[in-house]
């Protein structure tokens, strides 16, 4: 496995990392879906071992995904395993579970999930502590105090990184002067590269400002390794953030499929093939650090670490790109 530097930080990832979004289940914030299908723990602990064996040293999670349950679940694991949660980097982050807050960037909100997210995971300090999105109220009326207060918290050694993860290259361009993070996260994968590709707004901002980029939903949630059927989409449960997205639509799958197919005459048909083009392409790309694809059991686990290893030339980046555009 191999690894790189945070922003300018000495702190290094692997670049295969795990994220922990699914460990979350069916869940809802504010009476809005944010889940995925429930997992279970037996092959979680499977997965993450698998992940450890093969030398991931980084692990994402968020107080949001539900609601505590999945940085509950991640230091059950670690228990189980008998590793020491501090022998990996750790990240969590802050803004979607609002609570009782009236906007969930208020500095006693903050706080309090810090400490909340402590206790969740058994840590006395998080690695990485991302604002979890770029919304900082009106006329962004959050930013200024919520910056005041990441940097308290990582003087009191609570927190080591700050991250800004965001949706928009706005959002992004409006906090990091502000937040001054040294790494940045938003969804990149090959159907969309946005934020990750040269000469792009937020790659610029990267290379200004030293930061470094983890790059969530590479896989595009798993349309990416051709298991969907546009005679048979996929239903999702109720709770599921999925349910409803016309991106698993019949029409949506159908239109992919015939790309997808030209990727697997070029570089394999395994679902591991699929996998390690996906995560190399983002891999690829400037100031990506890391790739943190989801998993529910060790199958997928593995076939996200199939990825390691085997980098596309710049000819398969370009077939790639010309493929799925």
Sequence with gaps: ???????????????????????GGLNWVNGSPNGWANVDEDDITAGIKAALDAGVNHFDNADVYGNGRAERMLARVFDKLGVKSTDYIIATKIGHFPGTAEHAYEPAHIRHQCEQSLINLKRDYLDIYYFHHGDFGKDAKYLEEAAVTMDKLIEEGKVRIKGQSAYSADDFERAVPVVKPQVLQSWAHALDDQ??????????????????????????????????????????????????????????????????????????????????????????????????????NERQARCNLAADGRALSADDLKFVQETLR
């Excluded at 496995?1 to 699914?22: A, H, P, Q």
């Excluded at 546009?230 to 949506?252: T, V, Y």
């Design 195 to 296: 934020f990750v590709r040269p000469g792009s707004r937020v790659s610029n901002l990267m290379e200004k400002h030293g930061m470094t980029f983890v790059a969530f939903s590479p896989l595009a949630q798993a349309r990416l390794l051709d298991k969907y059927n546009p005679d048979n989409p996929p239903q999702f449960e109720p709770g599921d953030h999925r349910r409803g997205s016309g991106a698993f639509s019949a029409e949506a799958i159908a239109e992919l499929k015939p790309k997808l197919e030209k990727l697997k005459a070029r570089f394999g048909s395994t679902t591991e093939d699929l996998a390690a083009v996906a995560l190399n392409y983002v891999l690829a790309q400037p100031h990506v650090a890391c790739v943190i694809p989801g998993f529910r």
């Design 1 to 23: 496995m191999n690894y790189r530097n945070l922003g300018t930080s000495d702190v290094k990832v692997s670049e295969i990392s795990f994220g922990c979004w699914t460990m």
